[in-house]
């Protein structure tokens, strides 16, 4: 079954630290997403990714980085954590060429204090 | 950059009711439209895709799109309870994936 793993589930961190969202997916599709969804914003591209070695920015890039090692994993670091990137990240996964609405991962929800 | 609005901000209709959601879009090079539905501690899950102009209907829901008044909607007959829950309208220009969300609407399904 398709499926879009991210760890850890839930996150604190302290302003200044460095944090690193894990997102694991098993579908073998070539592109990769990650997004912060905050209330009355719906949900934000941050950073994506069209296969192993690639990443490219989104629209809310500034303050993240991406990282995709392989195709299966696609991780998103904040270098220097700030209390507003606190919000609930997603990842997801989809196939550009199937035209398949992308499939989502369950969320790390990150506290920046 | 593609601007996607959706109305209402939430919405409470009674179990066997209809429930009408809308959303407008900026960009009149989208292609791609995606409804989503994400229940409460969970991830948004993709509900159905319209990508032509006119009606899409799968089961109880019914998409339409109309390029032209950038503009889709989502209706849901029979509402049922397990119905509540956030709906995104997502939309995409070119590249599948590269999403633009609205800021959602809350549908409550009451008994």
């Known amino acids: 079954e398709a499926a879009v793993t991210q760890s850890p589930r839930n996150k604190v961190a302290v302003t200044g630290g460095k944090v690193t969202l894990s997102c694991n997916q098993t579908n073998n599709h070539n592109n990769m997403y990650w997004y912060r969804q905050d209330t009355g914003h719906g949900l934000r591209l941050i950073h994506y990714?069209?296969?192993?070695?690639?990443?490219e920015k989104g629209d809310i890039p500034d303050g993240y980085k991406a990282s995709r090692p392989s195709q299966e994993n696609f991780s998103l670091i904040l270098e220097l954590a700030t209390p507003s990137q606190t919000s609930v990240y997603f990842c997801?996964?989809?196939?550009?060429?199937?035209?398949?609405?992308?499939?989502f991962g369950e969320g790390t929800r990150l506290s920046v204090l | 950059q593609q601007k996607v609005q959706q109305s209402p901000e939430s919405l409470i209709v009674p179990e066997g009711g209809m429930a009408s959601l809308n959303c407008t879009f900026s960009d009149r090079n989208s292609q791609y439209f995606w409804w989503y539905r994400q229940h409460s501690g969970e991830g948004p899950k993709a509900l159905m895709?319209?990508?032509?102009?006119g009606d899409k209907k799968e089961g109880r829901f019914t998409a339409h799109l109309n390029k032209a008044s950038l503009y889709v909607s989502l209706h849901i007959k029979d509402s049922q309870p397990s119905d509540s829950a956030l709906y995104f309208c997502a939309v995409s220009r070119q590249v599948v994936g590269q999403l633009t969300f609205g800021s959602g609407t809350r549908l409550q399904v009451y008994a």
């Open positions: 895709s319209i990508f032509s102009n």
């Open positions: 997801a996964s989809g196939d550009a060429g199937q035209n398949q609405a992308p499939l």
């Open positions: 990714s069209y296969g192993a070695g690639s990443t």
